[in-house]
């Protein structure tokens, strides 16, 4: 088999639609994974004509968990492909993204992924849709890691033995990490790939979202102390600015009631951190007006990465609570009102 197309979905309801109709013909060639879904995705996958695989609801839900099911069920079916595309199936597919991807993966023997631009739908719904959209817009070439949408060498991913289903988040640049330790590479092409659909609307969502990462980028450094660098150094950002945000007020008025006299000594902690902040503020905004953003959109980026600093803190928190203990991390949600970390709220 040549390409084996997998699209993973839990409750996406018209996202999906819009996701296997954007895969035309390909969509009778394709295994659809579903994690639970109530929505009928099931049986719209399957008017389709797609192959359809249920995980069990006995085993916790991950991304990584549906991704092996589909290109496991692909090899049963259709023997080992030489390509996969993985897509979400909140996402739909750029017209010639297959090709182009390809392409790429022939001209670089040595690439095991290719990936491009992923874009978001409704990037002016909200500033949290708006905030993917720009996170996604990373340096072309040879990359770190990819997303969730990417086109993968089959022979690559065999050799790695796929995801790690028991990653809650950060399972692709996990995948990325053990790949380029096996002696491949990871590139993004100039060329568009998907149409994201985050749905993102309220503060709350946006917490999860974050607090999501803070997880991942926890977990990827203690996986891959050297490949996992910047995740470490994301991790100890986002202590140091959120210990120190929650730290001052503290110490000041400690100070203050200790010893009222020395009100002007203590007073200078919430300045010095406020100094500290804007400079922060000024050096993350510039970096984005080099990229190309506008004014208002590097401030944006800008104010809601310090800002992200607190719930990434917390996951973190919540990764390293839970890897002491020994408990399996629950899977964060932030798309779907109806759950709460991955588990339906009571009626």
């Known amino acids: 088999m040549h390409l084996a197309i997998i699209v993973i979905g839990r409750n996406e309801g018209e996202r ?5 109709g954007s895969l035309g013909d390909r969509a009778a060639e394709t295994v659809y994974v579903d994690s639970g879904s109530t929505d009928g995705s099931v049986a719209l996958a399957r008017s389709r004509g797609a192959e359809v695989v249920e995980l069990e609801r006995t085993t916790p839900f991950t991304a990584a968990l549906a ?3 589909g290109w496991e069920h692909a090899r049963r ?4 492909p030489r390509t996969v595309l993985f897509i979400d199936g909140d996402c739909s597919l750029a017209a010639g993204w297959i ?10 023997p040595q690439a095991a992924v290719v990936c491009g631009r992923r874009r978001e739908r409704h990037p002016e719904a909200s500033v949290f849709n708006r905030l993917c959209d720009m996170e996604w817009d990373t340096p072309l070439g040879e990359a770190q890691a990819c997303g969730g949408d990417a086109l ?8 790695v033995g796929g995801f790690d289903p028991t990653m809650i988040a950060g399972e692709e640049p996990e995948l990325c990490y053990r790949l380029r330790a096996a002696g491949w590479t990871v590139r993004r092409i100039d060329a568009e790939m998907t149409l994201h659909d985050a749905a993102i609307t309220r503060p709350s969502q946006w917490w999860r979202r974050a607090r999501r990462s803070g997880h991942a980028a926890a977990e990827l450094a203690r996986r891959h102390p050297v490949l996992g660098r910047s995740d470490r150094q994301r991790t100890r950002s986002s202590l140091a600015w959120a210990c120190a945000c929650a730290g001052a007020p503290v110490a000041l008025l400690v100070g203050l009631l200790a010893a009222p006299a020395a009100w002007r000594s203590w007073g200078l902690l919430p300045a010095g951190l406020c100094l500290l902040l804007a400079a ?12 190309g953003d506008s004014g208002a959109d590097a401030r944006t980026f800008a104010f809601w990465c310090l800002a992200a600093k607190f719930p990434e803190a917390l996951g973190w928190w919540t990764y390293t609570l839970g890897h002491l203990r020994g408990k399996p991390a629950r899977l964060i949600e932030y798309k779907h009102a109806d759950l709460d970390d991955g588990e339906p709220k009571a009626p």
């Open 16 to 20: 999906l639609r819009a996701c296997l």
């Open 67 to 69: 991704r092996n099911a």
């Open 77 to 80: 079916l259709h023997g080992e």
């Open 99 to 108: 090709e182009a991807a390809l392409e790429e993966l022939e001209a670089h």
């Open 152 to 159: 993968f060498r089959g022979r690559a991913l065999a050799e």
């Open 280 to 291: 922060q503020f000024l050096r993350i905004r510039s970096l984005r007006r080099a990229r």
